[in-house]
């Protein structure tokens, strides 16, 4: 009796482990094809999707140059790009460059600039005049005091409406900057005139001045852009990348280039 019992046992423990083996092959090929499904907790993070590196066109490359263009600092009254029309003013209103006088930099005149401009400036006429031009500085900075008393000289002699045309009122002015000079040939033949743009003198700037990194600032046709009336003796130094730009792009306007609104009134 006792060695059938011992013989049902061991055959009761075989049929155990069989069963174990069974169940453990069916695991691993259910897992093998996938149908046995992993923990999350457990699961390998998927592999993402390479990005597509994307193709610049032509077109794509000018909206960037345009992006970058109006990403310029036109609103720090430091800035040699600091846009001045009557809907932008100086700020701080009184605004006071670090200035030095032309003639410090090597040319014949005691007009205030800032360094950078100021030297530019003294390329531009030293260049004019080795291709027989001559030309001067007649009017560079002007502080907040000395703009207020121009403006208001203008008012009374030509009234306001027309003042305005001509003359900006103080913090708003471009010589404030340190950064815009009139230009005009001994003797002062069209000096501050229209007439200016016609002869050989204001010819030569409104070709050249880009080259060293001056624009005209107030084209003739641009008025209700910029605000003032046609002035070819009036230069702003804006840098050589952008005049160059400027003049390749042929932009009529600083407020168009930058893709700024117009500023025909304050």
């Not at 010589?175 to 200016?196: I, M, N, R, S, Y």
């Not at 050989?200 to 409104?206: I, K, Q, R, S, Y």
Request: charged share 25%.
């Amino acid at each position: 009796m006792s060695t059938n019992r011992r013989g049902k046992k061991n055959s009761g423990g075989r049929r155990r482990t069989i069963t174990r083996l069974i169940i453990i092959v069916i695991v691993v090929m259910f897992a093998a094809t996938g149908i046995l499904a992993v923990p999350s907790s457990a699961a390998a993070s998927p592999t993402p999707e390479p990005t597509p590196t994307a193709t610049v066109s032509e077109d794509d490359s000018f909206e960037t140059s345009v992006i970058e263009r109006r990403n310029l600092d036109t609103v720090s009254a430091a800035s040699t790009h600091v846009l001045v029309n009557k809907d932008s003013p100086m700020e701080p209103k009184d605004y006071e460059p670090k200035l030095v006088t032309l003639a410090s930099v090597g040319a014949d005149s005691w007009v205030s600039m800032r360094p950078q401009a100021a030297k530019a400036m003294v390329n531009l006429l030293d260049a004019a005049e080795d291709e027989g031009i001559d030309l001067q500085v007649s009017s560079a900075y002007r502080g907040y005091v000395d703009q207020k008393a121009l403006f208001n000289q203008y008012v009374d002699w030509y009234g306001k409406k027309y003042a305005l045309t001509i003359s900006a009122k103080p913090g708003y002015s471009e010589h404030q900057t340190g950064l815009a000079a009139d230009v005009t040939t001994p003797g002062g033949k069209c000096e501050l005139l229209a007439c200016f743009g016609d002869t050989d003198a204001g010819e030569w700037v409104h070709a050249n001045a880009w080259k060293y990194g001056y624009i005209v600032r107030y084209p003739e046709g641009e008025e209700d852009t910029t605000g003032f009336a046609y002035e070819p003796w009036h230069l702003r130094y804006v840098g050589k990348g952008v005049a160059k730009e400027m003049r390749d792009g042929d932009y009529a306007s600083y407020e168009e280039y930058l893709g700024m609104d117009a500023a025909p009134s304050y």
